[in-house]
């Protein structure tokens, strides 16, 4: 059931894009390439998230992705996300998943149907029961249409594989609550800007949609956010966190990593695409910013 690595060495997780070539097509040569500059920086890597266009992906892209990443034999922990509606579905996912050198999982909330603490409660139940990894929760109201609450921890800590969980309402209030409601439960900010604010209230470290254009940069901040002493850290990154949400993630970082070079193309999956970000003046502005941050 464990990791083969210790996770808590990994503050950072990038939540990995997922590129495409000019006919909209797995580009499997530049995914690779991603993977290997993450595991420099010595971040952990997720796949198949939100910012991994994940549910725009059919079950033989996503099942050919977990395979490709996982062949690679990356030098940092892989976590696959596990999300959707249908529960039957989602159980078949991980035990394809349980089968393949894979770290961790990220569990979504279900996504449309929003079900209360009883019915959250029975989906992640079934999800912890059958991974046989370390399992990271993701409370993500925005793209779920439903909260977890922290009743739903109290009623999920006996499992064994419950490591953590993935907090990106940007709201405190619900971080501290949840930090009550399961102490032993390590808890990651969601929200790249808010990152300092969350170390300062004892997160564990940040799954993160800039570390894709900016690994290095973005491995230091985090590792100053968690020691608490350097002042003045929220106004460059949070200026350039902006510019990375003006529009639908993952749509600004693609745009960016391919005028940074490291995607052949912005392409995303219907229905985000990368005409939704006509002006790009101030993504290069962030990215000149940070990478002369120091």
Not at 13 to 18: D, F, P, Q, R, S
Not at 232 to 258: Q, R
């Amino acid at each position: 059931m464990k990791s083969q690595f210790d996770l808590s060495n990994y503050p950072l997780w990038t939540a990995l894009v997922t590129p495409f070539d000019a006919n909209h097509r797995v580009d499997y040569d530049t995914l690779a390439q991603l993977v290997n500059e993450q595991q420099q920086a010595n971040n952990g890597i997720l796949i198949l998230g939100s910012t991994g266009e994940g549910l725009a992906l059919d079950k033989d892209e996503q099942r050919a992705i977990v395979e490709y990443v996982s062949a690679l034999a990356p030098t940092v922990p892989l976590m696959v996300a596990v999300g959707g509606f249908n529960l039957t579905e989602q159980l078949a996912w991980i035990e394809f998943c349980n089968s393949l050198a894979i770290d961790a999982y990220l569990l979504g909330s279900p996504v449309y149907a929003k079900p209360g603490d009883v019915g959250q409660t029975q989906w992640f139940d079934a999800l912890l029961s059958k991974a046989q990894k370390p399992c990271m929760l993701y409370n993500v109201p925005g793209r779920s249409a439903v909260s977890i609450t922290p009743q739903v921890l109290k009623n999920l800590q006996h499992h064994d594989n419950f490591w953590a969980i993935k907090e990106a309402s940007g709201d405190i209030t619900t971080f501290e609550a949840f930090r009550n409601a399961a102490p032993h439960i390590a808890i990651y900010s969601g929200d790249d800007g808010l990152m300092p604010y969350f170390a300062q209230a004892g997160a564990a470290g940040l799954v993160s949609v800039a570390a894709n254009a900016w690994p290095e940069q973005t491995a230091e901040f985090v590792r100053r956010s968690l020691a608490g002493t350097f002042p003045n850290l929220f106004t460059t990154w949070t200026s350039a966190v902006n510019s990375l949400f003006s529009v639908a993630n993952p749509i600004p970082v693609k745009v960016l990593m391919h005028a940074q070079g490291k995607l052949a193309t912005p392409h995303l999956r219907p229905p985000l695409t990368h005409l939704e970000l006509p002006c790009k003046q101030a993504l290069h502005y962030a990215n000149n910013s940070i990478l002369s941050w120091n």
